[in-house]
């Protein structure tokens, strides 16, 4: 009788585990109690584009701006340029972010720890203060090849590209402030601009 309480104890206490380790983990505020335990959504992860979707979506801007075929191949240009400028300063951003995460994992002091860290901060902030002006001198170039009316509805799409990007940020951020305009793409190789979805 005894062996048989304990097996019993021992059984509920085996079956319950799963649930204190659910509960132990800071629940997401969209959290669904099942069965005693919290099942939280896999939270949703932002896919870069993929070539084909790159593709597309560059034929969709140059239809739309009415780029001539010598248009397209000097905007090609300016965009490779811009690629190898671009390269060496988005690696040197992703080596000080691999710091950051080496100087958290040491065993040097908190106080030393953040020291570092601010230094570290500052040298990714000078980067990408580089890698905005890169993106800005391509895009001249790029604007310079265009006649009044392409640059008119550049601007246009710009505007709507704007209008989408604050809807869906207010849409996965209901309390956040939108910045300014869309973030370049992850890879910092956002030239000639990717034509922003046209309006449904």
């Known amino acids: 009788m005894k062996k048989t309480l304990i097996l019993a104890s021992l059984l509920a ?10 509960d132990a983990t800071v629940a997401a505020p969209n959290s669904i109690k099942e069965g005693g335990c919290y099942k939280n959504p896999a939270p949703k992860r932002v896919q870069p584009p993929n070539k084909a979707d790159l593709e597309k979506r560059k034929a969709e801007f140059e239809k739309r701006l009415k780029l001539t075929d010598e248009q397209k191949a000097k905007a090609k240009e300016i965009r490779q340029k811009g690629h190898e400028a671009m390269t060496p300063v ?5 080596q000080k972010r691999d710091e950051i995460q080496t100087v958290r994992l040491s065993r040097i002091s908190v106080e030393m720890q953040n020291e570092k860290i601010a230094k570290i901060k500052g040298e990714i ?7 905005h002006e890169l993106r800005m001198k391509n895009m001249q170039e790029f604007e310079a090849l265009l006649t009044k009316a ?5 601007k246009k799409m710009k ?15 209901p309390h956040g ?6 973030p370049p793409h992850r890879d910092g190789h956002d030239f000639p601009p990717p034509p922003p979805p046209v309006a449904e």
């Open 150 to 154: 392409q640059l008119k509805e550049l």
């Open 159 to 173: 505007e709507e590209g704007r209008k989408k990007f604050e809807k869906e940020f207010k849409k996965n951020h």
């Open 125 to 131: 902030k000078e980067l990408k203060k580089q890698a």
């Open 90 to 94: 988005m690696e040197a951003i992703k």
């Open 177 to 182: 402030k939108a910045p300014f305009g869309p």
């Open 13 to 22: 206490f085996v079956a319950t585990v799963p649930c204190f380790a659910a």
